[in-house]
């Protein structure tokens, strides 16, 4: 018999909601208190209280099984006295609240209610809704007795209206893993080290274990992640795949490699998510019933959208979901999040795994299935996710603001003044009046931030035709996101209050963010890190927060060692060198580039680029230099510029956007110079993250500058060799190559790598 698997709050949903989206501001500095309210009221009925109780129910209903699963807040039991109790915050006066005034919130408890009386054999129970009005303290309880008839009579309402959608979606899925079964691998023969990649991924799916896979050019690792996952999926080994990136681009190989699986056999459901500001309809981003015609009544138009969508189209990208919500008239933000929950495919941004603020919670709060990440360019991931929890909060955009409110606006104004007044007693702490550190958050601060921001909601919900509205909404979300992000504050945090570019910031710095990846990791079941650059895996491993029991492959260029040519010039980069060397340098680079063909010189910063840049003999040469600014049309613009027949030589940062992701295949791009070890720049920040892991383990300058700094270079001299065709070179200009770690982190398939001492002694006798 067939089987639907779904959460309590999945199945309310489709089944009961309705109206308008409405996201106008309502206030949320209450976030923290939501915590405390629920552990409060949870702690008051002591030991005879049993907080946050998974409660299961599987059953036969209507020839099929359907298994649904939920978490209570609480369950109350005292001898054979039993009361489920579901726990709400609210604005609302509480003389207003009545038995019926949120069928959604009785329909989650009945659920759980039920659930409780078919597995405790009861005839009748006690469902509460505790409501807890956050603005006064006060608490209002309804509590009603229900027989087990009467729950189940509900409950099976429930699924009579969930009944038509769980059957399309069982007999699609049944298509779907016939198909798989029968599905091959999508060309006549596995690329060198590719087999060994997909066997690699597949065990770790059905292990329910991470790896970290290392996979040059060439291997060919979309496919090898999700031909073995989609394999999974029809064998019942995971319920879905989350396809993470960090760019567009990336998303773009995932969609293209099930777009040859499909001409291949294959049926497989698969939205690709798209941010919200690409995504919708309208000139402005307003969601609410007042400016969104998509956005009133969303919620009574969207199931025959689900249900439209989900018979006719098996790719959800962003013109299929735009098509469709003007159709049914949904807000395609919320359309294409829908459509995720039934998709077998999630394409999208780390940011919905791993950002606290944005990530997907309708999937990971009290989830029913079984997911796969698969997470690409995953070095990319170290830094993003530092950035993710983290925040700072500038004094000058304080003062700014409350140069900006009016006289009637004081009571904001005193609050802001009082907050930027905090910060500047902190800087006043600082060393040397540079900067202040501290291993502890100041809680008052914390309390500080939440009061204003309760003082600027106020203003928010009663002031919206001010001239500077956004500007105060701005720094109440950079608040609110302070606020969560101190959530998170332990010993892998450090306070630092910092003088930067005519402002002081007051930063909560997140320096090592394994305790928090290693809970994200636990949302799904299996997890597969992979990167033409992840050297070295244990690095990478420990700060992405895996466990010490992992998978790890580290693969071999599967194109022939002969087409790349590796060129070192011991020569210092360093910064006390630099002066004396920039000529050198400049000359090294006119004799690499005098072949014709299209070169990428790479600097490590836009300072010691134009050192050089304005040394260069540019005389009969097309030379082109990156913008600091560079948009992103302006990035395909200068890319287009390289062509088989041209001779570009192109003066670029390492590390920045044309270091990697780019595939200028054939003669489009001849050779790279890579100028240093790509180390970052020293800073009070990233000295910080040394302090922390030399502490921890002795290996703070690898960690913080060396692995992330190689990691660049790696990156960089990987965009000459595209295809098992191209022929090319790379030239490292750092005397530091020649020495370990340096020279152990660079790839094993780099064969034979020529020192070039002669091309130093040439420049000595031209200079």
Not at 76 to 89: F, Q, R
Not at 268 to 291: G, L, Q
Not at 455 to 464: A, P, R
Not at 597 to 606: A, D, E, I, Q, V
Request: charged residues 30%.
């Amino acid at each position: 018999m067939e089987k639907i698997k779904l959460s309590v709050h999945g199945l309310i949903d489709f089944v009961m909601r309705s109206g308008d989206i409405d996201n106008t501001f309502t206030g949320i500095s209450r976030m923290k208190e939501g915590q405390k309210i629920h552990q409060k009221l949870q702690k008051e009925y002591g030991k005879y209280y049993e907080k946050e109780v998974v409660l299961k129910n599987e059953i036969e209903y209507k020839d099929l099984i359907f298994a649904v699963e939920g978490r209570a807040d609480g369950i109350y039991h005292k001898g054979n006295e039993v009361l489920i109790d579901e726990i709400k915050s609210t604005t609302r006066n509480l003389e207003d609240l009545k038995y019926n005034s949120n069928p959604l919130h009785w329909a989650q408890a009945k659920c759980y209610g039920y659930f409780y009386c078919v597995k405790n054999n009861l005839e009748e129970i006690d469902i509460q809704l505790t409501y807890y009005q956050v603005e006064s303290d006060d608490i209002k309880r309804i509590i009603e007795k229900f027989t087990k008839a009467d729950l189940e009579e509900f409950y099976f309402t429930l699924l009579d209206l969930y009944l038509d959608f769980s059957v399309m979606i069982l007999k699609f899925k049944k298509e779907r893993d016939e198909h798989i079964r029968t599905l091959q691998f999508p060309f006549l023969s596995y690329r060198k080290g590719q087999r060994k990649m997909t066997v690699g991924v597949y065990k770790t799916i059905r292990d329910k274990n991470i790896l970290f896979a290392e996979a040059p050019t060439g291997i060919g690792k979309t496919m090898s992640t999700l031909f073995p996952s989609i394999k999974a999926v029809g064998e019942g080994l995971t319920d879905k795949i989350f396809y993470l990136t960090a760019r567009s681009t990336t998303k773009e190989a995932a969609v293209k490699a099930v777009y040859r699986l499909m001409d291949r056999g294959l049926r497989f459901k698969a939205v690709i998510i798209t941010a919200k500001d690409k995504i919708c309809i309208n000139d402005e981003v307003k969601c609410n019933p007042k400016d969104c015609p998509f956005a009133k009544g969303h919620f009574d138009r969207v199931n025959d959208a689900i249900l439209d969508i989900y018979e006719n189209e098996e790719i959800l990208n962003m013109e299929t979901i735009i098509d469709y919500s003007k159709k049914h008239k949904v807000c395609p933000m919320e359309f294409q999040l829908d459509m995720a929950i039934y998709s077998d495919l999630v394409v999208c941004d780390y940011n919905y795994v791993f950002d606290p603020t944005v990530y997907l919670r309708r999937f990971f709060e009290g989830t029913v299935e079984k997911y796969t990440f698969l997470i690409d360019e995953s070095h990319n991931l170290v830094d993003r996710g530092r950035d993710m929890y983290s925040k700072e909060i500038s004094m000058k955009k304080i003062n700014q603001l409350v140069n900006l409110l009016e006289e009637d606006d004081y009571k904001v104004k005193n609050a802001l003044n009082k907050i930027s007044n905090i910060i500047d007693d902190f800087y006043r702490l600082a060393e040397n009046n540079k900067y202040y550190i501290s291993k502890y958050i100041d809680d008052d601060f914390v309390s500080e931030i939440i009061f204003t921001m309760r003082t600027m909601e106020k203003f928010l919900t009663d002031k919206k035709d001010k001239p500077y509205y956004d500007d105060v909404l701005d720094l109440y979300f950079e608040f609110s996101k302070f606020v969560k992000i101190s959530d998170f504050y332990s010993d892998n945090y450090i306070t630092l209050v910092i003088s930067k570019e005519d402002d002081i910031f007051f930063k909560i710095m997140c320096l090592d963010t394994s305790p928090i990846f290693k809970n994200i990791l636990k949302r799904a079941e299996s997890s597969v890190f992979f990167s033409a650059t992840l050297s070295p895996i244990p690095f990478y491993a420990d700060v992405l927060g895996a466990e010490e029991d992992y998978y790890y492959l580290r693969l071999n260029s599967p194109f022939d060692s002969d087409n790349l040519k590796v060129g070192i010039v011991p020569i210092s980069t360093r910064y006390q060198d630099r002066e004396e060397n920039y000529s050198r340098i400049t000359k090294i680079l006119e004799n690499y580039t005098n072949k014709k063909g299209n070169y990428m010189l790479f600097f490590p910063s836009y300072k010691f680029m134009q050192e050089v840049y304005d040394r260069f003999n540019k005389e009969d040469k097309d030379v082109i230099k990156q913008d600091s600014n560079l948009t992103e049309l302006g990035r395909e613009q200068f890319l287009k510029q390289f062509k088989e027949d041209t001779s570009i030589i192109a003066f670029v940062v390492l590390g920045g956007v044309f270091s990697e992701g780019i595939d200028l295949v054939g003669d489009r791009l001849n050779g790279a110079a890579i100028v240093s070890v790509g180390l970052p720049g020293i800073s009070v920040e990233r000295n910080l993250i040394k302090d922390y892991y030399d502490e921890k383990e002795n290996t703070g300058f690898e960690y913080a500058y060396i692995y992330p700094g190689m990691n660049k270079v790696a990156q960089a001299a990987g965009r000459v060799i595209r295809d098992k065709d191209d022929k090319g070179t790379v030239l490292l200009i750092d005397d530091r190559f020649l020495k370990n770690p340096y020279r152990k982190l660079l790839p094993r398939s780099w064969n034979s790598i020529k020192v070039l001492n002669s091309l130093i002694r040439t420049n000595n006798k031209r200079g």
